[in-house]
């Protein structure tokens, strides 16, 4: 391992490490959450989406306003950061922790750490791009919204929150089983078929 190697481990064990510091009145709630979305159970989906769907029924039939909106989700995220510290303890048993969950902790902790590396590495080539290649950039971006723009006319866009919020909670669980894996690694053959009859016409 090189020394710049060596640097960036070490700093993803500190991030990761102030990260589990400032999540441990929160580990046990993590962790069942975890559980959740990664399927332990078999009925975890369909509780998972079932809990989805009414909570977006409920917003359709409420219709609240953006503001109404917007102070009900930072109220409850407050009433969440007071009260989970105090309950998650006393309803989990803080004296249950074992080794295990710990461990378990400390990579759900190491691969936020990673996400968010990943998503600041994305951002810093967007920005690379930008200064090098501005064309290209504008292009690129332009098209995006646009394409995103359509789509957001074409769906409603309480739907296309839900779509993409279920989506997103379903994505560990598929990752997890392999779903993912499995259907991209079908659409990567078929690729790879149309490549290799494209080049025999070609021949």
């Given at each position: ?72 989700t930072v109220m409850l995220l407050c009433l969440a950061d007071y009260l989970v510290p105090t309950l998650a303890p006393r309803v989990f048993g803080s004296n ?5 969950q710990q461990q378990r902790f400390h990579e759900i902790c190491s691969n936020l750490v990673k996400t968010e590396r990943h998503v ?84």
């Open positions: 391992m090189t020394e710049g190697d060596n640097k960036s481990a070490n700093l993803l064990a500190q991030e990761t490490a102030h990260l589990e510091e400032q999540l441990q009145c929160w580990r046990e709630v993590i962790l069942a959450g975890d559980k959740v979305l990664r399927w332990e159970k078999p009925w975890f989906p369909g509780a998972l989406m079932a809990a989805t769907t009414v909570l977006f029924l409920l917003i359709y039939y409420l219709d609240p306003s953006v503001l109404t909106g917007l102070s009900c249950k922790w074992t080794t295990e600041v590495g994305w951002w810093r080539r967007l920005c690379t791009l930008k200064e090098e290649k501005p064309k290209m950039y504008f292009t690129t971006v332009i098209s995006s919204l646009l394409a995103v723009a359509w789509i957001g006319q074409q769906v409603h866009n309480l739907f296309l929150t839900y779509l993409i919020v279920s989506f997103l909670l379903l994505l560990p669980g598929l990752n997890q089983h392999g779903v993912i894996s499995k259907y991209v690694g079908m659409a990567k053959r078929e690729i790879n078929k149309l490549l290799k009859q494209k080049e025999k016409k070609n021949e």
